[in-house]
C-alpha cells in the first residue's frame, strides 16, 4: 500500500507539472484546429473522431479559451491513463517463475523498483508522455481510453470464464473501446491485437467461447455509433482521409520509411528505455509468461508490426504506434522484480536520460536553449501567431467605411485556426486551402457562399511570389497587398505572412452550380471533336503526369517547369521536359492536379473570360463536389465521343456528382 501510495502522489506531481506547462506554451496550429472544432461540436471531423474535440470543450468551459483551458482535458486524460497504466502493473506484480529465475520480494526492493511506482515514474518522465499529455491532439484521449481498456481486459481475463466478474469487465472494455474509436481510428489495433492473443494461445482460447468478447464487440460499436453515422451523412470522408493518409499511394525510399518509424520510437521512450521495452515485451511472449502479460505483449507487437508494414508505403508518424507503448510500459515496469543488476543499472540510465531530455525540451519550448535556427526548431511552429493576429487587427481597423461587412480568410487550416484563436473577440476565420491539404474547414460552409460584393476580404497567405499566385486563384475584383507581417519568437524572426485586401470575391450560392458564357460554351463544343481523336496522346500526358513526383505540379507547355518542393527540383524538371511535347501535341497547356479534387486529372487547353477550359479525366474515385464553394467546376459529356457512356453513367448523389471510371469529361472552372 506504501507502494502504491507512492505511485499516486508521482502522478498528480506529474499531473500538476503538465499543467503549468500547458499554461505557459503557446498553443500548436493543430491544437488552434481542433480548438476550432471545439466551437462546432460533432460527432465526427473531416480528419479524426471527436474526442478531442469534446475534451477541449470540456476544458475552455471551466478554464475558458485559453492555452490551459484547450489543454486541461488532454492533462486530465494523462493522469487517467497513467494512473490506469499503475493499476496493471500492481495487479500484475506477482513472482516469475518462467525462465528458471528466482523472484526477488517486493517487500525487499528499492522503492524505484516497485512495479507500480516504477510505472507512474516512467509514465512521467519519457517524452511521449510530455508531449501526448501537454498538447491537446486525439492521442491524449486514445492512449487514456486504451489504458483503461487494458485494465478492463487483463481483469476480464483474470477472472473465471463465463462468471459474472468477467462478463462485467469485458462490458467495461467495450465502453472503452468505443470511447478509443472516438478517439483516433487507429485504436482498432486495440480488438486486433487482443484477438491475436485469444488465437494464439491455449489458455486463453477457451475465451472465445464465452460471451464476454462479443458483448464488447457490440457495446464498443454502439458506443461508436454517432461516428459512423456522421461519417455516412458525410460519404465516409473521415475513413477515406485516413486510409489515404495512412496506405495511400507509397512516396520515397521504404528503408528510410522504416529508420525513421524506428527513429521515432527510440525518441519517444529514449534508446535506452525503448530496447529495454522490447526486451520486456519479448520475454512476456514466453510460453510460461501470465497470460495477462502474455496480452500486453501481443497488443504491442500487433501495433508495431501494422506500422512497419505501413511504413513500407507511407511515412509513419512518429506518434502513430504510441497505443504499443501503453502496453509496454506495465511489463517494463516489471522487469523490476528480476534481480539483476546490469538491468537495473540500464533501467535507471534510461530514467535519467528521460528525465534529462524532458527538460531540454521544456527550457528550449520556453526560452529557444537549443542550438538550433529558431525557424528550424520544431517549438517555432507554436511561435509569433500573436504577431499574425495584431497584424491583421490593425489592417482591419484601417479599412476603408465603404466595406459592408470585413471577413478574415487564410488559405491553410493552419493559419485560419491560429487567427481566430488569437484574433479579438476570437471570430469566425475561413480558410480557401488553395495551397493546402483538404480539411473541416472544407466541410463548414464556405466564404464564397456569405460574402456579397461590396465585402472587404482580408486574406493572409505566404509572403511572396507563392502568396501573390495564391491570391490571383481567387479572382477577386480587386486585390491589394496591404503590408507583411514578421512573427518573431523572441528575437528572430520565424515566418512571414502577407496580408491582402480583396473586393468581389466570386460568390456562389447554395445548390447552383457555374454557368459558363457562350464563349466559354463555345470553347468546349470544339473539345469534344479533339478529344475523340486525341484520347491515347492524353492518356499518356495522365500517365506521365500521376507517376511522377509532385502530384500538384502545373507543368505549361510555353514555359518553365514548375517548381514545387526544392529537394524534387531536378526529378519535377525532367518530367516537365517530358511533359512538353505530349502537351503540345494535345493542344493543351498544362496538366495538373486541383487540391479540392486529389483524385482527378485536368488539362487545361486555355482560358476563355477568365475560365479554365479542358478535359477532366474522371478515374474511379475522382468526384467533382456540387457545394457553395466547389461549384466553380461545371462540366459535360463529350458527345461525339462514339465510345462514350450512357448518360445515366454519371450519378447524382447527396450533391456529388461522380463519373464513371476512366471517363473523359470537358471542364471550365473560375
Given amino acids: 500500500m506504501r507502494g502504491l501510495s507512492r505511485a499516486a502522489v508521482i502522478v498528480i506531481i506529474a499531473a500538476l507539472v503538465r499543467l503549468a506547462l500547458a499554461a505557459v506554451l503557446p498553443l500548436f496550429p493543430d491544437e488552434t484546429y481542433y480548438w476550432d472544432w471545439s466551437r462546432h461540436l460533432a460527432a465526427g471531423y473531416f480528419d479524426h473522431p471527436g474526442g478531442i474535440a469534446v475534451l477541449i470543450r470540456a476544458g475552455t468551459i471551466l478554464f475558458g479559451a485559453s492555452s490551459l483551458g484547450v489543454r486541461a482535458g488532454v492533462v486530465l486524460a494523462g493522469a487517467i491513463a497513467s494512473w490506469a497504466l ?23 526492493l528499492d522503492a524505484l523498483d516497485a512495479p507500480d511506482v516504477a510505472t507512474a515514474i516512467l509514465t512521467s518522465v519519457i517524452p511521449v508522455a510530455l508531449v501526448g499529455f501537454v498538447l491537446a491532439t486525439p492521442d491524449a484521449p486514445l492512449l487514456a481510453t486504451i489504458a483503461v481498456a487494458l485494465v478492463a481486459l487483463t481483469r476480464a481475463i483474470a477472472a473465471p470464464p463465463r462468471s459474472r466478474e468477467s462478463l462485467g469487465w469485458w462490458v467495461a472494455a467495450g465502453v472503452m473501446l468505443g470511447l478509443g474509436f472516438s478517439s483516433k481510428y487507429t485504436s482498432v489495433l486495440l480488438p486486433l491485437g487482443v484477438f491475436v492473443a485469444l488465437l494464439t494461445r491455449a489458455s486463453l482460447r477457451r475465451r472465445l467461447a464465452e460471451p464476454g468478447p462479443y458483448v464488447a464487440t457490440i457495446v464498443a460499436l454502439l458506443v461508436f455509433a454517432p461516428t459512423i453515422i456522421w461519417n455516412a451523412r458525410h460519404e465516409w470522408v473521415s475513413f477515406a482521409f485516413q486510409l489515404h493518409h495512412g496506405l495511400g499511394t507509397p512516396h520515397g525510399s521504404p528503408i528510410s520509411r522504416e529508420l525513421d518509424l524506428v527513429a521515432g520510437q527510440l525518441g519517444l521512450m529514449t534508446p535506452i528505455l525503448a530496447v529495454l521495452a522490447v526486451i520486456a515485451v519479448a520475454r512476456s511472449l514466453r510460453r510460461l509468461a501470465d497470460d495477462r502479460r502474455y496480452l500486453l505483449a501481443v497488443v504491442a507487437t500487433v501495433v508495431v508490426v501494422f506500422f512497419a508494414i505501413s511504413a513500407l508505403r507511407k511515412p509513419v508518424e512518429a506518434n502513430w504506434p504510441a497505443p504499443a507503448l501503453v502496453a509496454s510500459i506495465p511489463l517494463l515496469a516489471l522487469q523490476g522484480l528480476r534481480p539483476s543488476k546490469r538491468w537495473r543499472m540500464w533501467y535507471r540510465a534510461g530514467l535519467a536520460l528521460a528525465v534529462v531530455i524532458c527538460v531540454v525540451a521544456v527550457v528550449d519550448a520556453v526560452g529557444h536553449v537549443l542550438p538550433l535556427p529558431a525557424r528550424r526548431d520544431p517549438v517555432s511552429r507554436a511561435q509569433g501567431w500573436s504577431d499574425l493576429a495584431a497584424g491583421v487587427e490593425r489592417a482591419r481597423r484601417s479599412l476603408p467605411p465603404a466595406c459592408s461587412a470585413t471577413w478574415i480568410v487564410a488559405d491553410r487550416y493552419q493559419d485560419a485556426s491560429e487567427l481566430a484563436f488569437h484574433l479579438p473577440a476570437q471570430p469566425r476565420v475561413f480558410a480557401l486551402n488553395i495551397g493546402g491539404r ?197 462540366s459535360v459529356r463529350p458527345a461525339p465521343l462514339p465510345s462514350a457512356p450512357a448518360p445515366d453513367s454519371t450519378s447524382s448523389r447527396g450533391g456529388r456528382r461522380t463519373a464513371t471510371p476512366a471517363t473523359w469529361l470537358l471542364f471550365a472552372a473560375r
Fill in 438 to 634: 483538404p480539411n473541416q474547414y472544407d466541410l463548414w460552409p464556405q466564404l464564397s457562399s456569405l460574402a456579397s460584393p461590396s465585402d472587404c476580404v482580408l486574406f493572409v497567405v505566404d509572403n511572396g511570389a507563392r502568396g501573390a499566385a495564391t491570391v490571383q486563384q481567387v479572382h477577386a475584383d480587386r486585390a491589394v497587398p496591404l503590408g507583411t507581417i514578421d512573427m518573431h519568437w523572441g528575437r528572430d524572426v520565424v515566418a512571414q505572412r502577407a496580408v491582402w485586401l480583396l473586393q468581389g470575391i466570386p460568390s456562389t450560392a447554395e445548390g447552383t452550380a457555374f454557368a459558363p458564357s457562350a464563349a466559354v460554351r463555345a470553347a468546349i463544343d470544339t473539345l469534344a471533336t479533339a478529344l475523340s481523336t486525341r484520347v491515347a496522346v492524353l492518356d499518356s500526358v495522365v500517365a506521365l503526369f500521376r507517376h511522377g513526383p509532385a502530384p500538384y505540379l502545373v507543368a505549361a507547355a510555353d514555359s518553365g517547369p514548375a517548381v514545387s518542393n526544392s529537394d524534387r527540383r531536378a526529378a519535377i524538371a525532367r518530367r516537365v521536359t517530358q511533359l512538353h511535347p505530349l502537351l503540345a501535341r494535345a493542344g493543351a497547356d498544362a496538366v495538373y492536379r486541383d487540391g479540392r479534387y486529389p483524385d482527378c486529372t485536368f488539362i487545361r487547353t486555355g482560358t476563355r473570360e477568365g475560365a479554365a477550359v479542358g478535359y477532366v479525366l474522371a478515374a474511379e474515385g475522382c468526384s467533382l463536389l456540387h457545394s457553395p464553394r466547389d461549384d466553380r467546376i461545371w
Fill in 86 to 108: 499503475v493499476v496493471i502493473a500492481r495487479d500484475l506484480q506477482t513472482p516469475y517463475a518462467d525462465e528458471g529465475e528466482s523472484p526477488a520480494s517486493v517487500g525487499a
